[in-house]
């Protein structure tokens, strides 16, 4: 199964919604599951910075297949090895709030990435998108990890 384009260009569009809603100017990246980036908008009076701070997050949220607020804990307890691992891949890999992996029947097929609100506020909006839409927001801990990220 695979993350087609007006599945990505959907999410955008809710996501841009949700971001006007709460009186924000989001920029909103979308990658399949290898982390190439479909779609990246950015909405008007975003920040500059934005759109590559999306993609770093849904990029992450991609190839780790875990909500980047899950790689939180991991970067904490070992920090020189996060060090190294984040600049590893095409893209920066990120522990914050804001990227979610896009899942469905138990299968990853993509990321989703916002910047642009607080940390709390771009993971509001993911989530909520993500799970509007009927996509999975259930992912099992990493061994080590605590069971809230």
Do not use: H
């Amino acid at each position: 199964m695979k993350l087609a384009s007006a599945e990505a260009d959907e999410i955008v569009a809710a996501c841009q919604k949700a971001g006007a809603a709460l009186g924000k100017a989001l920029s909103i990246a979308v990658v399949d599951a290898g982390g190439f980036l479909l779609v990246v908008k950015r909405s008007d009076g975003a920040r500059p910075l934005t759109p590559n701070i999306a993609i770093a997050k849904a990029y992450s949220s991609a190839v780790m297949e875990r909500p980047t607020k899950m790689l939180k804990a991991w970067a904490e307890s070992n920090p020189g090895f996060f060090a190294s691992l984040s600049t590893m891949g095409a893209q920066p890999i990120v522990a914050t709030e804001g990227g979610v992996t896009i899942k469905r029947d138990g299968e990853i097929l993509g990321g989703l990435g916002i910047s642009g609100g607080t940390g709390d506020e771009d993971q509001q909006v993911c989530d909520e998108v993500l799970g509007t839409l009927g996509y999975e927001l259930q992912f099992a801990a990493w061994g080590g990890a605590r069971k809230d990220g």
